[in-house]
């Protein structure tokens, strides 16, 4: 006998509502209207917060805050402002097709037609679930497509920050869209065939199987997936070599090097960041952003990237990535027996992959509110770094890179209080300046 802990079709006919109820119909409980209730509870939250966002940016439109006057231009704080909003506006229009999308999935009977297309098939269990999966989230990209492109080609382009050309932009689908096949399957495949044969705790084996792949993948980004999109240099700077090399000595960071990635290929935006692990990890600039800092100020942003490997902060953030999703797994493998779960959510015949499709889509919208305690860690952990950049380097020249970063980027100043401690995974720029300041020796 089997021991998954589905509920299976018969049980399904047999159970709470017995009868079959027809392809598309309505078969709405009490749970469709917690879902409900809960959907239109996070659009109105978020679309509150976009409305105050764009509040705050438009009121200080006209005026540089105090704090940047004379480092930040009137012209380019305006086209902040500007960008801002652009961004915002397509912000609340796509929240608003997302749930129009969520609702067409479950409710509607998206997902439960894909299943009936598939089954139709003839392929049987584990490889009927694979295809209903990956087929649905290639659905998903096609439909997010239009605002993608006009993210880039209209308002990215605008502003000019658009730097990749039709042909780039549609290689990186085709890539994105092989990753997806040749990472996507192998492990769909697995979880299902888990969820399928090894009992009653399968979700703890996937919970296993779910952590081993993200360290993987963790470990592998840097040097197999990014440069299947990007160019990494050696960052070879003749001025900071012995400097930087004090630097890494001091704080035990060994790796192959600090490289310089191709951004200016995509996009005119500057950035830098630490990443991987192991023998794996590294820090990357941009060369958008290496071409407008000085070496001293190289050196701050260096310092900082180093902060977040001294604190250790990827480890952290993959604990508590860990139990996050220990705790999901655990809450879906209670779910999959509920027969609610899945008529509340416009699935007529039970099945692991649907289970696990309906998990991963509704989720979301249950745990709205940690998003902004995720943010908060986030933030936490900026300050740390920004704390550990001005001891080893010096916090003059970080806010002086800083403040290039945020011109260059059009990032806005003067963000809504609320959206910012919601959203931002780093600290809105004038608290960022603000703290770095008490630094100053
Ligand atoms: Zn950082």
Redesign the pocket.
């Known amino acids: 006998m089997r021991l998954c802990c589905i509920v299976t079709e018969a049980n399904l006919q047999a159970g709470f509502y017995g009868r079959r109820l027809s392809r598309g119909s309505c078969m709405m409980n009490a749970f469709s209207w917690i879902f409900l209730a809960a959907l239109a509870a996070s659009v109105m939250v978020r679309l509150w917060l976009a409305w105050r966002q764009i509040q705050s940016v438009t009121v200080h439109r006209g005026q540089v805050p105090e704090a940047f006057a004379g480092k930040i231009p009137a012209e380019a704080h305006r086209r902040a402002a500007d960008y801002t909003l652009s961004k915002t506006r397509q912000s609340r229009v796509e929240l608003v097709y997302d749930s129009l999308l969520l609702l067409g999935w479950t409710l509607g009977g998206g997902l439960q037609w894909l299943d009936e297309l598939w089954r139709a098939a003839g392929w049987g269990g584990i490889n009927t679930g694979v295809a209903v999966m990956l087929s649905a989230f290639a659905i998903m990209a096609l439909l997010e497509l239009p605002f993608s492109l006009y993210h880039t080609f209209v308002i990215e382009a605008r502003f000019g920050f658009n730097k990749t050309s039709p042909r780039t932009y549609f290689a990186d689908l085709i890539k994105q869209a092989l990753l997806l096949l040749a990472l996507g399957a192998p492990l769909a495949w697995a979880a299902l065939w888990l969820m399928q044969e090894s009992g009653t705790l399968w979700w703890l084996y996937l919970w296993l199987l779910w952590s081993g792949f993200s360290l993987l993948m963790l470990w592998a980004y840097p040097a197999v997936i990014a440069p299947l999109f990007n160019r990494f240099t050696v960052l070879d700077n003749k001025q900071l070599k012995q400097r930087i090399q004090t630097l890494l000595d001091r704080c035990g960071f060994r790796s192959k090097g600090i490289y310089v990635m191709d951004g200016s290929r995509r996009s005119g935006h500057g950035n830098a960041y630490f990443t991987g692990m192991g023998r794996n990890k590294r820090i990357v600039f941009f060369d958008t952003l290496l071409e407008s800092l000085e070496a001293d100020e190289i050196e701050a942003v260096l310092a900082?990237?180093l902060g977040?490997f001294k604190r250790k902060h990827v480890q952290k953030r993959i604990v508590v990535m860990m139990l996050g999703s220990l705790i999901g797994l655990a809450l879906l493998g209670w779910l999959i027996q509920q027969p609610w779960f899945y008529h509340g959510l416009g699935v007529t015949q039970a099945s692991n992959h649907l289970a696990l499709m309906l998990f991963l889509m509704v989720s979301p919208v249950f745990t709205l509110f940690l998003q902004p305690l995720s943010a908060w860690f986030s933030r936490r952990?900026?300050f740390e770094?920004d704390d550990y950049a001005a001891a080893q380097s010096s916090a003059a020249d970080l806010v002086r890179a800083l403040v290039k970063m945020y011109r260059e980027n059009a990032s806005t100043l003067t963000p809504d209080p609320l959206y910012s401690a919601f959203y931002d995974s780093?600290p809105p720029a004038p608290v960022r300046v603000a703290h770095l300041s008490t630094k100053l020796g």
């Open positions: 900082h990237e977040h952990h900026e770094a780093h």
